[in-house]
């Protein structure tokens, strides 16, 4: 049997629950029903255990523990972000897509001639 803290909505500690609700929540205490899914290479995840309380959300079903959410957070400001698109590579374009292309701007070409 494990015990958890229980919290208000004002994040007092109100009281404990009793069971196996899995991890703790390192920071609080507190049931840990997410885990951090910052990435550290690999195709891993930090997986620090966090509850609601803890968790920092930085897009929908992306939630980071506070270290990382900060290291995020300075990362976006520094311009990571931006950075890290203009690196972005454009997708090469298939045949298909090269004739497709080939073909409308051949029509253009001809119909601007008329
Ligand atoms: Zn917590
Ligand atoms: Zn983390």
Same mark, same amino acid.
């Given at each position: 049997?494990? =015990? #958890?803290?229980?919290?208000? +909505?004002?994040? @007092?500690?109100?009281?404990? =629950? @009793?069971?196996?609700?899995?991890? !703790?929540?390192?920071?609080?205490?507190?049931?840990?029903? #997410?885990?951090? &899914? #910052? $990435?550290?290479?690999? &195709?891993?995840?930090? &997986?620090? $255990?966090?509850? +609601?309380?803890?968790?920092?959300?930085?897009?929908?079903?992306?939630? #980071?523990?506070?270290? !990382?959410?900060?290291?995020? +957070?300075?990362?976006? @400001?520094?311009?990571?972000?931006?950075?890290?698109?203009?690196?972005?590579? $454009?997708?090469?374009?298939? $045949?298909?897509?090269?004739?497709? @292309?080939?073909?409308? +701007?051949?029509?253009?070409?001809?119909?601007?001639?008329?």
């Amino acid at each position: 049997m494990t =015990i #958890y803290n229980l919290f208000d +909505e004002r994040g @007092r500690v109100v009281g404990n =629950i @009793r069971g196996d609700l899995g991890p !703790h929540c390192p920071d609080c205490m507190g049931v840990a029903d #997410y885990l951090c &899914d #910052y $990435p550290v290479g690999d &195709d891993l995840t930090c &997986d620090r $255990p966090m509850c +609601e309380r803890c968790l920092k959300c930085v897009a929908p079903n992306i939630h #980071y523990c506070a270290s !990382h959410a900060k290291q995020w +957070e300075n990362f976006r @400001r520094n311009g990571g972000v931006a950075q890290q698109l203009k690196n972005v590579v $454009p997708f090469p374009a298939t $045949p298909f897509f090269f004739f497709l @292309r080939q073909g409308i +701007e051949g029509r253009a070409y001809v119909s601007t001639r008329h």
